[in-house]
Every structure is written in structure tokens, then in C-alpha cells.
């Protein structure tokens, strides 16, 4: 499987943490895109995604089957922590090998390319 398509068949990281940001961030400042009825308050100056602040986190955003098909429903306006995580290589992020683990998913591996 290639890397590039990888998190289509994963979404453990948007079920294994909190997804908190700053508030500016969502449709309720001027600036802000991520949809704030998806959001909640969480601290003074944050928030987070809906499902990701509790025991067993799940965004509300995520559509599908963790580890089968999966598909962020605000792709284009996710938050700045979406953006940023990495998926794993190597174990390039063990965040990302962390969550593919507690849903039993391997971690990832370059395939090498054969000439
Ligand atoms: S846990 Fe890693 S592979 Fe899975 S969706 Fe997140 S970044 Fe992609
Ligand atoms: S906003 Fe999208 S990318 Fe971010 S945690 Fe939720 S489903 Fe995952």
C-alpha cells in the first residue's frame, strides 16, 4: 500500500486524541474556518473537536470505519492540529504508530520501488 493513501484506510489518530486548538480557528472569530458547531469549549483561549476531549475519543467530523474506509467530513477545514500531524514512516511519528496500534493496524513501511 502506498504511503500517500494509507490514512484513507486508517483515521486512528482522529480516535486516540484530542484535537484541541485555538479558538480563532473556528467560524465563530473573524478569520476562523473550522466549523464551530463541530467544536466545544475546553479552555479559556481553546477548543476541540466534538468526541475528542473524552475517554475514548472519536472526532465527530470522522466518517467511517477506523482500519477499513475513512474520511474527515471538513478535510478542507480542519484544524491546525489535523494539518500538522504526520503520518508515520519509519516511525517517523510514533503518535501516528501509537493510535494504529491500539486499533491493531501495523506500523507503516515504505514499499522500495524495484527498477
Ligand atoms: S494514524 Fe497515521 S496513518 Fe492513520 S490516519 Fe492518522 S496519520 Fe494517517
Ligand atoms: S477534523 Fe478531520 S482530520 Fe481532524 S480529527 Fe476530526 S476527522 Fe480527523
Same mark, same amino acid.
Given at each position: 500500500m502506498s504511503l500517500a493513501n494509507a490514512c484513507l484506510t486508517c483515521g486512528a489518530c482522529c480516535a486516540s486524541y484530542r484535537v %484541541? =486548538? *485555538?479558538? @480563532? #480557528? !473556528?467560524? @465563530?472569530a473573524p478569520e476562523g474556518y473550522v466549523p464551530s458547531e463541530l467544536t466545544e469549549s475546553f479552555h479559556p483561549h481553546l477548543l476541540c473537536m466534538q468526541g475528542t476531549n473524552q475517554k475514548n475519543p472519536r472526532c465527530v467530523a470522522l466518517e467511517g470505519e477506523i482500519g477499513q474506509q475513512v $474520511?474527515? %467530513?471538513? *478535510? !478542507?477545514?480542519? &484544524? $491546525? &492540529? +489535523?494539518? #500538522? =500531524? %504526520?503520518? $508515520?514512516?519509519?516511525? %517517523?511519528? &510514533? *503518535? +501516528?504508530?501509537? !493510535?494504529? !496500534?491500539? *486499533?491493531?493496524? $501495523?506500523?507503516?513501511i515504505p514499499v522500495q520501488e524495484v527498477a
Open positions: %484541541s =486548538f *485555538y479558538w @480563532g #480557528e !473556528a467560524t @465563530g $474520511s474527515c %467530513s471538513i *478535510y !478542507a477545514n480542519r &484544524p $491546525s &492540529p +489535523c494539518r #500538522e =500531524f %504526520s503520518i $508515520s514512516e519509519n516511525g %517517523s511519528n &510514533p *503518535y +501516528c504508530d501509537k !493510535a494504529r !496500534a491500539k *486499533y491493531g493496524l $501495523s506500523q507503516l
